[in-house]
């Protein structure tokens, strides 16, 4: 029977390469000549710190405009509502979705299953697997879910037929 996974995750790399092009950005800003402000990847979270609250969220906007050239998708993001005050200083913690969550996994297999196709779906830890008996089939599945705005990039990946 043909399958196919779906799952949600982000390239560690590309977060790596956008992170040290804001930082590089950082070096030759004129509004932060003089400030302490920096960028720093660690564990997965990118910790943006500066002296007011404003330049943090400067920061984000640069860290943001990066990640969109390095082709991550804007959904993955998520940003502390306020920016932490320790002293003089602000820090901004930026997290990354990694896999699908247990009521978005459901949401996708009610979505599956209200559109009366023929596949079946089952959650496998952070994936779902979607099998069908046929190959149109699972491409039809493929493109209900991309086509429904779920809030969070979703890949597809080992196709077997």
Wanted: glycine share 4%; with cysteine.
């Amino acid at each position: 029977m043909p399958t196919f996974d779906i799952v949600s995750e982000v390239d560690m790399v590309e977060i790596r390469n956008a992170t040290e092009n804001t930082q590089r950005e950082l070096t030759t800003r004129f509004d932060f000549r003089g400030v302490q402000a920096s960028v720093e990847l660690k564990d997965g979270v990118v910790t943006l710190t500066a002296e007011s609250d404003f330049q943090c969220q400067q920061l984000l906007d640069m860290l943001s405009k990066n990640l969109v050239k390095r082709n991550v998708d804007p959904y993955v993001v998520d940003v502390d509502e306020e920016a932490e005050h320790r002293g003089k200083i602000f820090s901004l913690h930026v997290r990354f979705k990694q896999g699908i969550e247990q009521d978005m996994a459901k949401k996708i297999i009610k979505l599956l299953k209200d559109a009366k196709m023929k596949v079946q779906a089952s959650i496998q830890g952070d994936k779902i697997r979607v099998n069908g008996k046929k190959r149109d089939e699972l491409q039809e599945a493929i493109a209900m879910v991309r086509g429904a705005d779920l809030g969070q990039p979703f890949q597809y990946e080992n196709f077997r037929d």
